[in-house]
T-cell receptor
Framework: EAGVTQSPTHLIKTRGQQATLRCSPISGHTSVYWYQQALGLGLQFLLWYDEGEERNRGNFPPRFSGRQFPNYSSELNVNALELEDSALYLC????????????FGSGTRLTVV | AQSVTQLGSHVSVSEGALVLLRCNYSSSVPPYLFWYVQYPNQGLQLLLKYTSAATLVKGINGFEAEFKKSETSFHLTKPSAHMSDAAEYFCAVRLNSGYSTLTFGKGTMLLVSP
């Protein structure tokens, strides 16, 4: 069974540009979560999508947005990139509410220069 | 609201020694608790979870954790460390209600010396 897949693995952008990160959940999982792992800051919750709807949002500015498609895959968009957006972005998936934990992908390393 | 505190950003042990990684949580309702491990340049892998069944939880790779409500703790242990255990470990909490999501601690880097 394929795990959670994220693309691209690495992404280099210039300050002010937009970045798009993609995630495919495990088959049968309807929920997708996005986390930011910046150096020294641990994992910060960004967004949760379930059945195409945004269920919860972390304490991030509106330039962080995303969506979930009918096949449950998801994309995270970051507009007006800032240097401090450089981080590992992790996607995870779970069945419905995720009460029993999430399965994580390997992440997208975003570098803003 | 929920939060997790992991005591010690780095823990060093010798191969064969006991591993003890500390986690304390704060939760307004009964929590679900998790330990994840992250190897360099990889995502997080679930080690074990507590979801209100047995308080002593056994996970993969010989790790276990005990939920102690009176101490609001969920410490991770392994009787004998192996070199391959060197990684970063994250404790996480999720409220047993509604649209809650996993809240992670800041992580503890486990260093294992020969």
């Amino acid at each position: 069974e394929a795990g959670v897949t994220q693309s691209p693995t690495h992404l280099i952008k210039t300050r002010g540009q937009q970045a798009t990160l993609r995630c495919s959940p495990i088959s049968g999982h309807t929920s997708v979560y996005w986390y930011q792992q910046a150096l020294g800051l641990g994992l910060q919750f960004l967004l949760w999508y379930d059945e195409g709807e945004e269920r919860n949002r972390g304490n991030f500015p509106p330039r962080f947005s995303g969506r979930q498609f009918p096949n449950y895959s998801s994309e995270l968009n970051v507009n007006a990139l800032e240097l401090e957006d450089s981080a590992l972005y992790l996607c995870a998936s779970s069945p419905s509410t995720g009460a029993h934990g999430y399965t994580f992908g390997s992440g997208t390393r975003l570098t803003v220069v | 609201a929920q939060s997790v505190t992991q005591l010690g950003s780095h823990v060093s042990v010798s191969e064969g020694a006991l591993v003890l990684l500390r986690c304390n949580y704060s939760s307004s309702v009964p929590p679900y608790l998790f330990w994840y491990v992250q190897y360099p340049n990889q995502g997080l892998q679930l080690l074990l979870k507590y979801t209100s069944a047995a308080t002593l939880v056994k996970g993969i790779n010989g790790f276990e954790a005990e939920f102690k409500k009176s101490e609001t703790s969920f410490h991770l242990t392994k009787p004998s460390a192996h070199m391959s255990d060197a990684a970063e470990y994250f404790c996480a909490v999720r409220l047993n209600s509604g649209y809650s999501t996993l809240t992670f601690g800041k992580g503890t880097m486990l260093l294992v010396s020969p």
